[in-house]
């Protein structure tokens, strides 16, 4: 099980339009990931409805995980782009 801790980078947060981002990004990488908050219940990345319940906001820190072969590649784009907050998915 590959996982990366990151810090969000959104300042509103996975909320709407961030989340849409993420959730589209999170569906391209091809593997299943999941997101969590610190201690709390994972869920799908690829889900716009569990992100939103996810309720992660701006600053916190959240655990990214996938159990599938190229997982260390997808959490790794996925990391950055929590990180640095971008309003739309970078261009391979």
Known sequence: MAERRVTIGWPEGLHARPASVFVRAAAAVGVPVTIAKAGGAPVNAA??????????????????????????????????????????????
């Open 47 to 92: 889900s716009m409805l569990g992100l939103l319940a996810l309720g992660a906001e701006g600053g916190e820190e959240v655990v990214l995980s996938c159990d599938a072969p190229g997982a260390d590649a997808a959490l790794e784009r996925l990391a950055k782009l929590v990180e640095q907050g971008l309003d739309e998915l970078p261009v391979a």
